[in-house]
């Protein structure tokens, strides 16, 4: 782990964070396509809360959600096959590798049932993202959670001493949620690649896309080794598609067969024909990133401005210290006509902003300088 204090790291991404966040000469030398977010609406808050994609779903995945309705009163089953065909080619990986689900919150969800109920353990950070954990303890598993480190990131070898012959599966939400943060590239294959030794590793990859290292690594580089690795991936973020709840995981095949098996739920007929268009999208995929960006330098720059702590981010959201109660400032941003995150303990006087669109952040930007005054 680096040798930086704390309030040094945490502020090292203000300087070299504005080189990337503008997205090189090649983003400024092409201009951007035009796609309208949802507009701001004068009788409600602005919702900066859930980490969601204002721009889309992109125009061409609308259209073809148009295009296919009338297939809605059909099971999705028989055009699930072309979906899954490029996922497997988009991750390089056999078609028998892909599980489809609704969102990457039902597979979460699915493989907490399979691999932590009846009094089985899973090891995950804290905070993290919770879907998982709290369905495991539905069906009688026990969650490990185990506190970030003073970076604030995953502290993987801490998790790792967690694991015994009880562990059903170990959690990674990476880059995690709520922090922001990214785990060193060497240090996460590592973990991984010696864990999924002893039991199944979960890699939560739901904002992957936000990386900016072009080079860093995702975990199904792992699956195609045939490691007791499951990765999970998205297309509510950078898609923007949260409210269609289309998702997927990657996995070595009969470890797929078996969350087959137990899927309890499936995603709807529309919305296979919107991944497909979505993933074929790369002019709306670059213009999210891009743009996502723009944001987080706007909200950087705000926060500097103020003076105030945060942690720079490869996601779509940022983490940042209040000084106060998160409950009480929660409630003075929605007086200022912000919402933002829940509180997430132990860091309560912490807020988590989503990026939004550009007129969100700069109402956000209004009202966070209203309520620090």
């Given at each position: 782990m680096n040798t930086l204090n704390r309030r040094q790291w945490l502020r090292r991404g203000s300087i070299a964070s504005a080189l990337a966040l503008v997205g090189g000469p090649a983003a400024i030398a092409r201009p951007a396509p035009s796609f309208v977010p949802r507009p701001i609406l004068p009788d409600q808050p602005v919702r900066l809360s859930s980490n969601e994609n204002p721009y889309g779903p992109s125009p061409k995945v609308r259209q073809a959600i148009k295009d296919h309705f009338d297939q809605a009163c059909r099971y999705p089953y028989s055009y699930l096959r072309a979906l899954v065909d490029d996922l497997a080619k988009k991750e390089g990986v056999t078609k028998d590798h892909i599980?489809?689900?609704?969102?990457?919150?039902?597979?979460?969800?699915?493989?907490?049932?399979?691999?932590g109920a009846n009094n089985r353990e899973i090891v995950a950070g804290d905070p993290t993202f919770q879907a998982m954990l709290t369905y495991a303890e539905q069906f009688g598993g026990h969650v490990h959670r185990v506190p970030l480190n003073d970076n604030m990131e995953l502290d993987l070898d801490a998790m790792y001493q967690r694991v015994t012959n009880r562990t059903g599966l170990i959690f990674l939400c990476n880059p995690n949620n709520p922090t922001g943060t990214l785990l060193p590239a060497d240090q996460v294959r590592d973990f991984c690649e010696s864990t999924a030794q002893r039991t199944v590793v979960f890699s939560d990859e739901a904002y992957y896309d936000y990386i900016e290292?072009?080079?860093?690594?995702?975990?199904?580089?792992l699956v195609k080794e045939d490691a007791n690795v499951i990765v999970s991936r998205t297309f509510s973020k950078v898609y923007g598609m949260a409210g269609i709840r289309i998702g997927y995981m990657v996995a070595r095949p009969d470890i797929a067969n078996r969350l087959k098996e137990k899927v309890v739920a499936f995603t709807n007929t529309p919305a296979l024909f919107a991944a497909r268009e979505a993933l074929r999208d790369q002019e709306f995929y670059d213009?999210?990133?891009a743009k996502n960006r723009e944001a987080k330098k706007r909200i950087y720059d705000t926060l500097d401005g103020l003076g105030m702590e945060y942690v720079p981010s490869q996601t779509n959201f940022i983490f940042f210290r209040t000084g106060e109660s998160i409950a009480g400032f929660g409630d003075k941003m929605l007086q200022a006509g912000v919402q933002v995150g829940r509180p997430f303990p132990p860091y309560l006087?912490?807020?988590r902003i989503s990026t939004g669109s550009l007129e969100e952040v700069d109402a956000f930007n209004s009202a966070l300088k209203k309520v620090m005054s």
């Open positions: 599980v489809v689900t609704g969102g990457s919150t039902e597979g979460l969800k699915l493989c907490g049932m399979i691999y290292d072009p080079d860093y690594p995702s975990m199904v580089e213009f999210s990133l006087d912490w807020c």
